[in-house]
C-alpha cells in the first residue's frame, strides 16, 4: 500500500495516443480536454460529470451514461465483460443520483470467436440487469476482421430517471467539514483483472466487486438526503476519484492511511508487485461525501448491506490545498496523494 | 444492376462469428435472434425496430437507439467515420418518427492513432450534430494495444422526442396498395467506401450520401402525417430494409428496376465489381412507405429539397406473397429480391 505509481511529473503534448490516454487519470483527461471538449464544447459536457442530466420536456430530467468496455480477459474471477458493461454504466447513474431504468448495448466483435461466449456474455448481461432493475431497449452488433480487435468490445449507454426526492449529484458539491466513506474495500476489480493477466496462483482468491450499486446509495441517500457527491471509482480508483471531487469542489481532501478498507489478499499482491489498491479499478463501490452529522448513520446504513459490511469513513474535506488530496499515512506523516497520472494496468474496464 | 450475390441457400448454425454476422443481413439476423433476443427478451426489444420508443414517466415517450461504427476506411469520399456515426443514430431515430435530440459517443481508439486524426474526426462529428440539431451530452474514450483495434470505433447512442403530431413510426405498418419511396439515388455509400478500399480511379467521382435525413422525414410527414414506415437503408442496402418491411408488415412488395434512382457512376462501378446498387449501403437516405392517395404529394415535397431531388417512387404493397420482395425487371420478368444473406462488403458503418 505504500508504493505510489502515479508520476507527479508535466505531461507533454502527444501527437499519437498512447495505451495512457486510456489509463482514467490525467493523461486520459488531457485527451478529453484537449481534443473532444473543444470539439463538442457545451454546458452539459463540460460539467465532466460522470452522467449527463437532461430536460428532454419541461419538468423531465433524464440522467445519461455512455461506456465502452474492453478488458481483457473477457471472464475473470468474479464477472466478465458483459457484466461489467452493465454496471459500469449502471453505476455511473446511481453516482449521479439517478435510479438506472434503460440501457443499450452495442458489440464489437473479432471474425473467429466463439458464439457459446458471447452467448455466456450475454446470459450474463442479463442477469447483471435483473439485479440493477434495468431492460436492455436496443442493441447493434458489428464484425471486425481477425486482428483487428480483441474478441469483443462492449458499449453501452444508460437511461436514469430521478423520481420523488431524487436529484442530480455532482462531484462539485463537497464542501469543508464533509467526512469521505466508502462502501468497500478498494483495489478489488482491478487486482482481479492483473492477476488473471498476469495468470498470478492467487488469483482464484482474488474476485472482482464487479455489482450494481443501486442498494448502495439508495441507502445512502436514504440516510443521508442531503449527501453531497456519490461516484463510483473505476479507471484511476479511488485516490483519482478524490482528486476529481477536489478539484470540481475546489477543497482539499485529507484520508487516513489505516482507515482505508484494503482485503488482506489485495494488500499481499499489491505489495508483491508494487501496486497503490488507491489507484486499482473498483467496479461495485460507491465513494461518497456526506455532510459530518450525518456520517455514522449512512455508515450504519450501508454497513447492513451485504455488499456495504467493509464499508469505512476514510477522511474528511478540508478548506486548504483546494484540488489536492493528501493522505496521512501510518507513521504519522502526511503525503500528497495525486491523480493518476499515466496507465498503470491497461484496459481493467 | 443485374448481378445479385445475395444468396437463397439456408445458413447453418455457426460455432464462431464470421465477418457476415456484420453485414446487416440474414446472418446479423440469425446472430441477433439466436444469442441477443433470447437473452434479453422483452416486449421493446423483440419488436427489432431500428429504434426503441420508452415511456420514461407517464406521458413522456423518448426514442432510443444506438449503433457502433466500425467504417474503415475512417476517412472515404464524402465523408469519415465520425459523420457517419452521428448521422446514423440521428436516422435511425428519424426513421421512426423521432426527432432527434442528444447524442452520446464512446471511442475505443488503437494505441498508435495519431491525435490529429482524431481532433478532424471530432470536428466533424460536431458539424454533422449542428447540421443535425443535436447535442453531444456524454462520451468515453478506452485506448487498445496496437494490433487489437483499427484506429478507431466509435459507438453512438441517439436521444429523440415526439413532439406536437409526431408518433412513433413502425417497419410493421405497411398495408396493401400503399406505395414505395425512396428520397434519393441507390448505393452510395456502399460505393463509395468499396472504391475507397480498392483504391480504384472512379473513387473520387463517387461520394458518399451520409447525411442527417431529418429535413427528408419532416417533409414527407408533412405532406402526409399518415405515412406507414420509413427505414434508412444502411448495411443491406435499399432490397434488406424493404424485406424487413414485407416481413414485420406480413406483405408483399414489388419494385419497378426501372425507376430505382441509380447514379450512372454508381451502375457502371457495380457493373465492374458485379455488385447490385439495390444490396449497397445508403447513409442519407429514407425508405418510405405512404398510402397511395399521398403518393405524388409526398414525392414533389421531397424533391423541392436539395438532398431529395432524385428521390422517386419505386414500387407498391401487395397482398400476396407476403413477406417477400419481387422486382420487375427491365425485360418484363419479375423475380425476387431477397434479403441480403451474407457480407458483400465487410465494415461499410
Chains 1, 2 share one sequence.
Not at 177 to 184: E, Q
Amino acid at each position: 500500500m505504500s508504493v505510489t505509481f502515479a508520476c507527479p511529473a508535466p505531461i507533454g503534448r502527444h501527437d499519437r495516443v498512447v495505451l495512457g490516454h486510456g489509463g482514467g487519470g490525467r493523461l486520459s483527461a488531457e485527451l478529453v480536454e484537449s481534443v473532444f471538449v473543444p470539439a463538442f464544447r457545451n454546458d452539459v459536457l463540460a460539467a465532466l460529470e460522470d452522467q449527463a442530466t437532461l430536460t428532454l420536456e419541461p419538468g423531465v430530467r433524464v440522467a445519461v451514461t455512455t461506456d465502452a468496455f474492453v478488458v481483457e480477459p473477457i471472464f475473470f474471477p468474479g464477472g466478465d465483460i458483459g457484466r461489467l458493461a452493465v454496471c459500469g454504466t449502471v453505476n455511473n447513474l446511481v453516482g449521479g443520483g439517478a435510479i438506472a431504468r434503460f440501457i443499450t448495448a452495442a458489440f464489437v466483435i473479432e471474425e473467429g470467436m466463439l458464439v457459446a461466449d458471447l452467448e455466456r456474455i450475454a446470459r450474463s448481461m442479463r442477469a447483471a440487469c435483473d439485479e440493477a432493475g434495468v431492460s436492455l431497449v436496443a442493441g447493434d452488433t458489428k464484425v471486425v476482421e481477425r486482428g483487428k480487435g480483441d474478441q469483443v468490445f462492449i458499449t453501452t449507454t444508460g437511461l436514469g430517471t430521478y423520481p420523488g426526492m431524487r436529484r442530480p449529484l455532482s462531484v462539485a458539491a463537497a464542501r469543508p467539514g464533509d467526512r469521505v466513506l466508502v462502501t468497500g474495500t478498494l483495489g478489488d476489480h482491478g487486482i482481479a483483472i492483473h492477476a488473471a493477466r498476469l495468470g498470478l496462483a492467487f488469483e482464484t482468491v482474488l474476485q472482482s466487486d464487479v455489482a450494481p450499486v443501486g442498494k448502495l446509495a439508495a441507502a445512502i441517500l436514504d440516510a443521508c438526503p442531503d449527501a453531497r457527491c456519490m461516484r463510483d471509482p473505476t479507471r484511476g480508483g479511488f485516490a483519482t476519484t478524490l482528486n476529481e471531487i477536489a478539484a470540481a469542489s475546489r477543497v482539499g481532501i485529507v484520508v487516513t492511511e489505516r482507515d482505508l478498507p484494503v482485503q488482506p489478499e489485495v494488500a499481499n499482491a499489491c505489495e508483491m508487485l508494487g501496486l497503490d489498491p488507491a489507484y486499482l479499478a473498483n467496479a461495485g463501490t460507491i465513494v461518497a461525501v456526506v455532510p459530518a452529522a450525518d456520517a455514522e448513520r449512512v455508515l450504519a446504513a450501508v454497513r447492513a448491506l451485504p455488499r456495504g459490511r467493509d464499508a469505512a469513513l476514510v477522511g474528511e474535506v478540508v478548506d486548504t490545498r483546494a484540488g489536492t488530496v493528501a493522505v496521512r499515512s501510518n507513521n504519522g506523516g502526511e503525503r500528497a496523494l495525486p491523480m493518476l497520472a499515466g496507465e498503470p494496468l491497461s484496459r481493467v474496464c
